[in-house]
């Protein structure tokens, strides 16, 4: 069964930082590239990054790019979304993903842009 399971949410204030987990289990890992979709409240999902099975290429959403930076440790099975810069714009719940449209993503974790 794949098991996505995203941690490191939480409130931040216009500006800050935070970094993003996933921990993926059931699957593996190191023959898929992985994505990062979110979910502002109202809105439709909304593709973030895709990062490449090695780790060395990864691609980005216009409104994030330069800000946000997507890694991956294959021995670890987890993904990581590095978010720096943040606005309340980027306020919204974070799924990683097997596919980028976020078909197969985890439960998702809230991060919360405010000051």
């Known amino acids: 069964e794949v098991q996505l399971v995203e941690s490191g949410g939480g409130l931040v204030q216009p500006g800050g930082s935070m970094r993003l987990s996933c921990v993926a289990s059931?699957?593996?890992?190191?023959?898929?590239?992985m994505s990062w979709v979110r979910q502002a409240p109202g809105k439709e999902l909304e593709w973030v990054s895709t990062i490449n099975t090695p780790g060395d290429r990864s691609y980005y959403a216009e409104s994030v790019k330069g800000r946000f930076t997507a890694s991956r440790d294959n021995a670890k099975n987890t993904l990581y979304l590095q978010l720096n810069n943040l606005t309340t714009e980027d306020t919204a719940i974070y799924f990683c993903?097997?596919?980028?449209?976020?078909?197969?993503r985890g439960q998702g974790t809230q991060v919360t842009v405010s000051s």
């Open positions: 993903s097997k596919d980028p449209r976020g078909f197969q």
């Open positions: 059931g699957f593996t890992f190191n023959a898929y590239a």
